[in-house]
């Protein structure tokens, strides 16, 4: 029993044209796309990561040991003239007071009790101060 098609019917091509039709309109229509613009990096005296360093040649150990022997010797030098410079403004102090006190040259120089001390006592080692007292509060340097 076959039963004609009726004329309200859709067939199956005339269908799928509609729906095909139906997602055409749906779709969102692409805007226009510019080209990328290519970003202009700015040269820098830095490497690139993954780029290589080219040849260095490895300092012998007998001049790379002369060389850190070498800073160690310089920043000596720099500590000792630090050192002394701090000294002479201990010796400066003694123009304003006659006698003066461990506290007082931590105080003036922002140092340790211990830092204090250990000044006082190279000074008094170079014959330019004297200790008056043995030990507490009582203990002061003048100038000799």
């Known amino acids: ?22 997602q055409a309109e749906n779709k969102p229509h692409p805007e226009p796309v510019s080209e990328p ?14 780029e290589p360093l080219g040849e260095v040649k490895p300092e012998p150990k007998s001049q790379a040991r002369n060389s850190v022997r070498e800073i160690l010797a ?3 030098q720099v500590i000792q003239f630090r050192k002394r410079k701090k000294l002479d403004k201990i010796m400066a102090l003694f123009l304003q007071h006659s006698k003066i006190t461990n506290d007082e040259v931590e105080k003036f120089l922002h140092v340790s009790d211990a830092t204090a001390t250990r000044y006082l006592s190279i000074l008094e080692k170079e014959n330019r101060i004297k200790q008056v007292g043995k030990t507490g509060k009582g203990v ?5």
């Open 1 to 22: 029993m076959d039963i004609p098609p009726s004329n309200s019917t859709l067939t199956e091509a005339e269908n799928e044209q509609k729906t095909e039709e139906k």
């Open 37 to 50: 613009v290519q970003a202009i990096e700015p040269s820098t005296a830095q490497m690139g990561r993954n």
């Open 74 to 76: 310089k920043a000596q």
């Open 140 to 144: 002061s340097y003048s100038r000799i």
